[in-house]
């Protein structure tokens, strides 16, 4: 892109009328500059970021992620600077937008995976990602940092609405790869707290909840659900938060993926990233969780170090009449039952315990996604 080219684009997209946040680990961060630098930036760019280390990077996120330089994890860091954003600016939402990018380039030692870039951007209404693996030897950092810099500018001018259509390739043989999703009308106002939760596949309030993150669904979840099923006697709804006490806030194209996987089933999809939460928007609900989650919502950590807001909220969901049926899990190299945990005695009390004769799968997501 020629200078005239790029000073005219980054032009338009200062009065777009859109408020952005732009982060990135290192790569891509020529655009900074850029952005910044030509007139009108005030009117574009809230905050631009670079959480270069691996404790800056989850700080940014609010949670904990897989590897650094990959898809999701661009997503993940344009969804947190949606939700920087909103907290920053007064802006109506759907004008503000999060735009994040994540690169592995040539350095001062050979690499033995590819030099490749991740970037995308969020709006209210739609998550977009890209990718592209560069040809290894052919720049240098500074070439590659360019092209860096240029692939994340145009994903600012499309978020901006100022740009349409791929990036421009850095050559034949770097091809860029875009997936798109558009949220439907209730996803979004689910994410801007205009409504609580959505129903697909059943009628009526939930009865007996499963919640979970379900990155997959595997076969120890399958058999918790026959056993909830025997034991209550009603339909197991799968429940899906969108936030998550120490995991990033779920994007567009993260939600589509895990609700396919839900395909088969009764799903409640919330905004509730705590039992608390949950309880409000299912009263009266059986909820199937495992020892690990039970050990959390005792957990004083969860609540600012506070014993007293914990038992509060442990207090509050008795009041709405909500329990727990839990199963145990492998934890520390041991298989843990709830009665194994230092419980508070209230919270002790509303769980019903799957003995481990009745329940034992040694397997989780975070196994089956490092071997997939």
Not at 152 to 171: F, W
Request: contains cysteine; hydrophobic residues 40%; negative net charge.
């Amino acid at each position: 892109m020629s200078a005239s080219s790029q000073h005219d684009l980054i032009e338009r997209i200062h009065a777009s009328g859109r408020g952005c946040i732009l982060s990135l680990t290192g790569g891509g961060s020529l655009a900074i500059p850029i952005l910044l630098t030509t007139p009108g930036a005030s009117a574009t760019m809230l905050e631009a970021v670079v959480p270069y280390a691996a404790e800056a990077l989850a700080d940014w996120l609010g949670g904990k992620f897989n590897q650094a330089c990959c898809e999701p994890t661009a997503r993940a860091m344009a969804m947190a600077g949606f939700e920087r954003a909103r907290k920053l600016s007064a802006a109506e939402p759907t004008t503000l937008r999060g735009i994040g990018a994540t690169a592995s380039l040539a350095t001062t030692r050979p690499k033995r995976g590819p030099h490749r870039i991740h970037f995308a951007w969020h709006s209210a209404e739609a998550t977009v990602s890209y990718s592209c693996e560069l040809v290894k030897g052919q720049r240098t950092r500074a070439e590659e940092e360019a092209v860096a810099a240029e692939l994340v500018l145009h994903a600012v001018a499309e978020a901006c609405g100022v740009a349409s259509g791929p990036p421009r390739e850095p050559s034949p043989d770097e091809p860029v790869n875009r997936r798109e999703k558009r949220a439907p009308k209730e996803w979004t106002e689910l994410l801007l707290g205009q409504r609580q939760s959505v129903l697909y596949r059943i009628d009526g309030p939930p009865r007996v909840v499963f919640s979970g993150a379900f990155n997959p669904l595997h076969a120890g979840h399958h058999r918790m659900a026959e056993i909830a099923f025997a034991r209550c006697g009603a339909p197991v709804v799968m429940e899906l938060s969108i936030a998550n006490v120490d995991k990033p806030t779920l994007d567009f194209l993260e939600l589509e993926s895990r609700l396919a996987g839900l395909s088969d089933h009764p799903v409640l999809l919330t905004r509730a990233a705590t039992f608390a939460e949950k309880a409000a928007v299912v009263p009266g609900a059986v909820f199937v969780v495992g020892a690990d989650t039970i050990a959390r919502i005792a957990d004083e950590k969860y609540y600012d170090g506070n014993c007293e807001k914990r038992d509060s909220a442990i207090a509050g969901i008795a009041v709405h009449g909500c329990r727990f049926l839990a199963f145990g899990r492998v934890a520390d190299g041991r298989f843990m039952l709830p009665s194994d945990l230092n419980l508070p005695s209230q919270l002790r009390d509303m769980c019903e315990e799957v003995c481990e004769s009745e329940f034992r799968q040694d397997v989780c997501s975070t196994e089956l996604r490092a071997e997939s």
